[in-house]
């Protein structure tokens, strides 16, 4: 810290990850809001540490405002309240990504969400955005063929993959942070 009666904003790399600091002895310069209250830090007085993977995605976020993403689900026809999410969130680059790939970024992503950066909004999809490469995807073709498969087995909950689409946008808290590391 400069002084403690100042507020330090300040980024650093380390280790292979970036720490992020904004409290100061006498308060804290931020805070984190949710839909339903603002929470009181979102860095709980501690750096936030971000892995490599969740730096790229904070400084997408701020250059674009906002990404794609999608989530698989296993419902079934007959009964309404059976629902699971099976893989979620799915972010790709390219529709030929492999299950590998999209855990690695998913991971990346719920991180984030966690430390309260970003928001994973189902409901709300992008109007200038082509969700073709999440829906015609190699992963999601695999997971209906797996359904399908999963139909011909007595006492399989599910028989209809779905695909929920949204949209990855920072929260107040993650446009700070996406500041510092600019």
Wanted: proline letters at 4%.
């Amino acid at each position: 810290m400069n002084n403690n009666d100042q507020v330090t904003k300040s980024a650093h790399r380390h280790h292979g990850h970036i720490h992020t600091h904004g409290c100061s002895s006498d308060g804290c310069g931020c805070s984190s809001q949710t839909a339903e209250k603002e929470t009181a830090c979102c860095c709980s007085h501690k750096p936030l540490v971000l892995d490599p993977q969740e730096t790229v995605f904070i400084q997408a976020l701020a250059q674009q405002g906002c990404l794609p993403v999608s989530r698989y689900i296993l419902s079934s026809s007959s009964e309404k309240e059976v629902r699971f999410e099976m893989l979620a969130p799915v972010y790709m680059n390219d529709p030929s990504d492999g299950i590998e790939i999209v855990k690695e970024k998913g991971a990346a992503l719920k991180g984030l969400k966690e430390k309260g950066l970003i928001s994973l909004d189902y409901d709300l999809r992008l109007t200038d955005y082509d969700y073709k490469p999440y829906t015609e995807a190699a992963l999601f073709a695999y997971f209906k063929d797996t359904v399908e498969e999963g139909k011909k087995r007595p006492g399989f909950l599910g028989d209809t993959a779905e695909i929920e689409l949204g949209a990855i946008t920072l929260t107040d808290a993650g446009k700070r942070i996406a500041e510092q590391l600019t």
